[in-house]
């Protein structure tokens, strides 16, 4: 079976400082590995995945996430925070297959201070 | 990428009665997901639905309480039966196009409060 590990509930940040959100997957076959980002009210919104073409992945809002296989990791970075990057945000994996349902990981709030 | 549309966006409902939410999609889908997230929690998969079958549901999940319908390719219901408290939560309506990337698109959600 797979599943996510996302470490930290909540992550404080300054505006213009590294973003980090950490996620640690299992998976028994190859994965395929989703960010996603919740806002107040909204539904999910991709910001980025990896199908195991090239490892370090852009998503939009200069978000990026790198698969590392030895580390079952894929952290999501972003260099500097904005406000508007204040949201929910949720690391989700599936098998590769292409009609396989994501399995979530419990979330990571982000937020951005002044 | 897909334009999902869920009714309601929110309801409030007393205990012991029934909804029906509904979720419509752009364009034709094979597969269809029913998401629940539980206020401050992360989202847990109550059931896919293929449209000409039977829902397949969770561990946890059983059709008498979350029956799903999926009359065709764009559209799927998911009913909430004798709600209790224990099922506020957002409900979320998904979609996979195909093509191997595996992504989900969402809906943006029902929430519903049950008293």
């Known amino acids: 079976a797979q599943s996510v590990t996302q470490l930290g509930s909540h992550v404080s940040v300054s505006e213009g400082a590294l973003v980090l959100l950490r996620c640690n997957y299992s998976?028994?076959?190859?994965?395929?590995l989703f960010w996603y980002v919740q806002y107040p009210n909204q539904g999910l919104q991709l910001l980025l995945k990896?199908?195991?073409?090239?490892?370090l992945v852009k998503g939009i809002n200069d978000f990026e996430a790198e698969f590392k296989k030895s580390e079952t990791s894929f952290h999501l970075t972003k260099p500097s925070a904005h406000m508007s990057d204040a949201a929910e945000y949720f690391c989700?994996?599936?098998?590769?297959?292409?009609?396989?349902?994501?399995?979530f990981g419990t979330g990571t709030r982000l937020l951005v201070s002044p | 990428s897909a334009v999902i549309s869920q009714k309601p966006s929110r309801d409030i409902c007393q205990r012991g009665t029934s909804l029906t939410i509904q979720c419509q999609v752009d364009s034709q889908v094979t597969m269809m997901f029913w998401y629940r997230q539980q206020p401050g929690q992360s989202l847990t998969l109550i059931a896919t639905?293929?449209?000409?079958?039977?829902?397949?549901?969770e561990s946890g999940f059983v059709i008498d309480k979350f029956p799903i319908s999926r009359p065709n390719l764009t559209f799927s219901t998911l009913t909430v039966s004798n709600m209790s408290p224990e099922d506020s939560s957002i409900y979320l309506c998904?979609?996979?196009?195909?093509?191997?990337?595996?992504?989900?698109?969402f809906g943006e959600g029902s929430r519903l409060t049950v008293l």
């Open positions: 998904s979609v996979n196009l195909g093509g191997g990337s595996g992504e989900l698109f």
């Open positions: 990896y199908t195991s073409a090239a490892t």
């Open positions: 998976s028994s076959v190859p994965p395929y």
């Open positions: 639905a293929n449209q000409g079958s039977e829902a397949t549901y």
């Open positions: 989700a994996v599936s098998e590769n297959t292409g009609f396989q349902k994501l399995v």
